[in-house]
């Protein structure tokens, strides 16, 4: 109930201050059009106008009040003025008027100066050790407003009407305020600096633009009375309409990326004339002021401009967009890599790499779909989060995987979108390339799998089938030859097909041999490479083998990894003039790791690069979708090590349900 009065309350006190303030400019420059009375009014009416239109669209938002507070400015000259009505017509409560307009000023200069930079842009206050910074510096102002009504504003004020007695003061006590009051300044100042350095994206922005406003009213400050007309008038009125205007755009403007440009301009040229104007000055100071010498020090500071602007561009740009560059710049980072990405792990980086600088994200992943079945997956950052938000990655109206995205804090806004809309369309035609590369790679690793899984079958029906047969066969003719005895031609003719389906039977067999070897079907991996570990063992040789639970692997698998353990122990007998040769099998999730190494003579890199056997150990392994890499032992020897894939390729199971997918 709180939260909908303030949503309802706070609307009509903001228009209705606005109204006030209005009011009183129109009759106030009828009674007073003086200097003070202009800046000051157009300095209220900034703030109050920017005051109520935050809080007629974010009533909650705190900054929104204060910016109505100098609103009691017009308060005090209202006081004034009804003094000096007072004086002139005999008019009651003079001494109320005396003493409201002592010290209602305070309410309306101390709060935004002090207050409101802890608050800025959101009306919250500032997260981690500056919140409590930030509560003594309300607790300081409050103490210090309320003990302002009972503090003299000038030695011959009269005593305050409520009857309270009023406060010793004295030179010291104003000097020791005036210190509490610019501490107070300057935290608020550097804690809104604070956040700036370490903000990104939205947030940086705003920061900008209240950065922006709050420099151009110093700068005036500092260069007040040397302008002359009508530059004054002008300078006076932009200084104090410019940080109202650029915390207003800050707050209410929510697609501050659109003004991003602008606001790199602005901040361009006024660095550029801070740096330029600083420069006159101390030049002057130094030589001297006669005319030679400023002529002199213009003509040499109009000389370097150009390069300073160039200097200053980038690191502009820096400023405004952070580590992660404009949009334009990622944009064009993300093509370069594209175009130099070796396969689809680098596509997918790239475009990883790319996402996670642009937006404030704490992660994000790129998964290359195939249906329901995930391909390949490249993930930066901390993962382990439930995924916040999914985008299509599509290519020519064909889907071709998401990207997935664990936000570091609110969604995405509408230009962060656009940027991420940007990203995807550059990656497209590249993702789309390694989206094919890696299908045909699946392709022909199943094609692998699927080739091997048949040469066992025919392997076993000849094994378990045909070689029956034939013996069968055999012991009918030997029957038949035992019967014919006597007869020559039947005992000849039976002696020969007896011949023949011998013949018949060792070419089955080796046939059997030539698609696989039998000692995987009959001993499983490991036992068929400890008995090929068996026949290398020599006085001069020792060959172990050191295996583990493997579980069921492929037959692709088992055949490339005997083949690639084979290869590299027959190079270790007869080349490496080895002593101990160690096979390692072991398992991990879904990759089984074959590892040979020996204590030899090492090889040449140019024969891992060119040896026919060697090279037949890399192919079997990359068709199969793994690795072999060939190097060197320390301390001398060979190491071979084989990643291949141990388990069946037969899609992504369901996993747990994904957020919805949003469109860019």
Known sequence: MAKRALTRVTPIIGWGTLAFVCLWVVVGSFIDSGQYFVGDAISVLGFTTVGALVLSRQPRNWAGILFLTPAFVAVSYVAEAYIKAADQH???????????????????????????????????????????????????????????????????????????????????????????????????????????????GHTRSQLLWIALGAWLL????????????????????????????????????????????????????????????????????????????????????????????????????????????????????LRQRLATAAGP????????????????????????????????????????????????????????????????????????????????????????????????????????????????RIARDLHDGLGPVLSGVGFTLDALRRSAVGSDNSEALATEARTQLREASQLVRRVVRQLRPTLLDQLGLACALRELAALHTNPTLVVEVHGEELGELTAATEVAAYAIAAEALTNTARHAAARRCDIRLSRHADTLTVTVEDDGSGIEPTLARTGLGLASMVERAEELGGQCQISAREGGGSVVRADLPAGVDQGSEEGPTQPAEVEP
């Open 345 to 456: 792990d680098g596509v997918l980086s790239a475009v990883a790499d790319s996402v996670a600088r642009a937006l404030p994200v704490d992660a994000v992943a790129v998964v290359l779909m195939s249906a329901d079945r995930e391909l390949r997956r490249v993930t930066r950052g901390d993962a382990e989060r439930p995924v916040d938000q999914t985008y299509p990655l599509q290519f020519q109206g064909v889907r071709l995987g998401r990207i997935e995205i664990i936000l570091s804090g609110l969604d995405l806004d509408k230009a962060e979108r656009s940027l991420l809309t940007d990203l995807t369309s550059t990656a497209a035609p590249a993702v789309a390339a390694a989206h094919r590369a890696e299908e045909l790679r699946r392709a022909r690793e199943q094609l692998v799998v699927t080739r091997e899984q048949e040469r066992r």
């Open 218 to 333: 110093v700068l005036y400050v500092y260069l007040e009375g040397r302008f002359g007309e009508p530059l004054e008038v002008i300078a006076a009125l932009g200084s104090k309409l410019a940080l109202p205007i650029a915390c207003g755009i800050a707050i209410l403007r929510y697609d501050l990326v659109v003004l991003n440009p602008l606001l790199r301009q602005l901040l361009l040229y006024a660095v550029l004339v801070t740096i330029l104007t600083a420069s006159f000055l101390v030049l002057r100071m130094l030589l001297g002021s006669g005319a030679l010498v400023a002529t002199c020090s213009a003509v040499g500071l109009a000389l370097v401009a150009p390069h300073l602007h160039g200097w200053l561009s980038s690191r502009v740009s820096r400023l405004i967009y952070g580590k992660r560059g404009s949009p334009a710049e990622i944009a064009a980072e």
């Open 90 to 200: 005999q008019l009651p409560g003079v001494v109320w008027a005396w003493w409201l307009g002592g010290w209602i000023w305070a309410v309306g200069v101390i709060p935004p100066l002090t207050v409101l930079p802890f608050v800025l842009p959101d009306g919250r206050l500032p997260p981690r050790f500056w919140r409590p910074v930030a509560r003594v510096v309300i607790l300081v102002i409050t103490t210090l407003i309320a003990l302002s009504p009972f503090i003299p504003s000038r030695p011959d004020s009269p005593p305050n009407p409520i009857g309270i007695p009023s406060l010793t003061w004295s030179d010291e006590s104003n000097g020791a305020v005036l210190v509490v009051f610019g501490s107070c300044a300057l935290l608020g100042l550097a804690s809104l600096v604070h956040r700036l350095v370490l903000s990104k």
